[in-house]
């Protein structure tokens, strides 16, 4: 199973090879060992699809008990996308805080003062075929994310107003440009603790992984029969391609070719036994009985298998 469901593709950093194994070694953050196939193979669609390389943390497998797993983004993947976007014409972003006497405000960035409340963020996103910009606002209290023990996860906890700003942007540059972050979440929006994301890239050899499966698929061929052994067992069954496919057929080989020298004396003993079967039964059915009044004429009369007959 180390190739299973192997994809390349192409990215902005280069090309990006995932398999089932490559992402449960390298790409889980959590528990690899309880990430189902089906999640797996989620995180290696949507990695494809959106052209994320995940081993520069663009996109995250997150695993923790039998929870679900979730995919999110890498923190700048939004912004980054959004820079080289061909429709993106700009964005703008904030909080909103309440201050004291009542009155709201929509802020750019994130400074809150220590006498006003935040209440929310919001954000616009500018597209050049669009004569007015989209807009977006979201709770804080919606999104603030909590530990099993009901405690403010660290990052909600110790820079909020960072939070909520970057879940309007995120939100709006989604719904204002599909076409760029279709299917795409970021850490902010899910119900995970992003504190706890590893942001050092991923460094997998693939020259050595490479390297060994060519070693392995040498030593396979190595194991396999020669072509003049393959030829071989159609001469044993005298050239009856039917008797060789029932006999590959019976030790799981779709061609000769593939059979390997550890079973091919036995290969051949089968066909050889079912040629003689074969002809066994074919002299049976030629086989008719004496007519009762049959006299010889010629007791001299050479026979055709014996010296002198004439054919």
């Given amino acids: 199973m180390e190739n299973k469901w192997l994809v390349k593709y192409e990215t902005d950093t280069g090309e990006v090879k ?10 889980v953050s959590g528990d690899p060992s309880r990430v189902t196939d089906q999640e797996v193979m989620m995180f290696i669609n949507l990695c494809r699809y959106q052209k994320l390389n995940p081993f520069l943390r663009e996109a995250y497998l997150i695993k923790f008990g039998n929870e679900p797993a979730t995919l999110v983004t890498g923190k700048d993947t939004f912004t980054k996308r959004a820079a080289k ?28 003062a220590p006498n006003e409340t935040l209440i929310g963020g919001w954000a616009k996103v500018y597209r050049k075929d ?70 050092k890239p991923v460094e997998v050899n693939y020259t050595v992984e490479e390297e060994q499966q060519e070693v392995k698929e040498e ?48 290969i051949c003993a089968e066909i050889e036994q079912a040629v003689k079967q074969k ?4 002299l049976q059915q030629q086989q008719e009985p004496l007519d009762a009044d049959f006299e010889v004429i010629d007791e001299d009369i050479p026979l055709p298998w014996e010296d002198g007959a004439e054919g």
């Fill in 130 to 199: 669009w004569n007015v910009p989209l807009e977006t606002s979201v709770s804080l209290q919606e999104y603030q994310r909590k530990t099993k023990e009901g405690k403010l996860m660290r990052n909600w906890e110790q820079m909020p107003a960072t939070m909520i700003r970057k879940v309007a942007l995120v939100q709006a540059l989604r719904e204002a440009l599909p076409e760029e972050f279709q299917g795409l979440y970021s850490p902010e929006e899910m119900p995970v603790d992003d504190s706890k994301l590893e942001e």
């Fill in 219 to 266: 030593s396979i061929e190595k194991q396999k029969i020669s072509l003049a052994q393959a030829k071989r067992m159609f001469a044993i069954a005298q050239g009856n391609k039917d008797i060789v496919r029932q006999v590959l057929d019976k030790h799981g080989y779709e061609h000769s070719k593939d059979v390997t020298k550890e079973d091919y004396d036995k």
């Fill in 279 to 282: 002809e066994q039964e074919r």
């Fill in 85 to 112: 976007s061909k429709l993106c014409a700009g964005y703008e972003a904030g909080v909103i805080v309440q201050k004291k006497n009542g009155e709201m405000e929509y802020r750019k960035g994130t400074l809150v």
């Fill in 18 to 27: 995932l398999s089932y194994d490559i992402v449960k070694k390298y790409l």
